[in-house]
């Protein structure tokens, strides 16, 4: 698909685009990032609604010129509307939490809570002697 992209949005894609042709991807698992059409201002008022709160305006401003984008950074996408009223967006990022958590072996708690209870530090702030 061949689409020029104005802005600030079409110069991430043109970068993103560059360092894929640059440095490709010789396991053939990428593939390039490929823009989609812009949402509607139907689709960016529902996912307006669905979040309950503003959406920050330079991802608006993305949405328009292009709902998303396929392979944009290690075959992840950006998600555009579609992707988050359609759930994609929550089940992929769902199953990615889900695969860091097994491969990691975090079982529970944020990783700040991991990280503060395997601390060497006191909440005086001086390292525990050894």
């Known amino acids: 698909m061949s689409m020029s992209l104005p802005g600030w949005v079409g110069d ?3 970068a993103r685009r560059r360092e894929f042709v640059e440095s490709p991807d010789d396991e053939g698992i990428f593939g390039p990032p490929i823009p989609r059409a812009g949402a509607t201002e139907e689709d960016i008022t529902r996912l307006r609604a669905r979040f309950s709160q503003p ?35 929550q ?34 702030g001086r390292r525990e002697s050894s």
């Open 91 to 124: 089940a992929e990022s769902e199953e990615f939490l889900r695969v860091q958590k097994t491969s990691s072996g975090w079982t529970s708690g944020s990783p700040t809570e991991r990280r503060s209870s395997r601390s060497p530090w006191r909440r005086t």
């Open 12 to 14: 991430v894609f043109e």
């Open 55 to 89: 959406l920050e305006e330079h991802y608006v401003e993305f949405l328009r010129h292009s709902d998303g984008m396929e392979n944009f950074a290690l075959g992840r996408p950006i998600y555009g509307s579609r992707d988050w009223l359609s759930g994609r967006a």
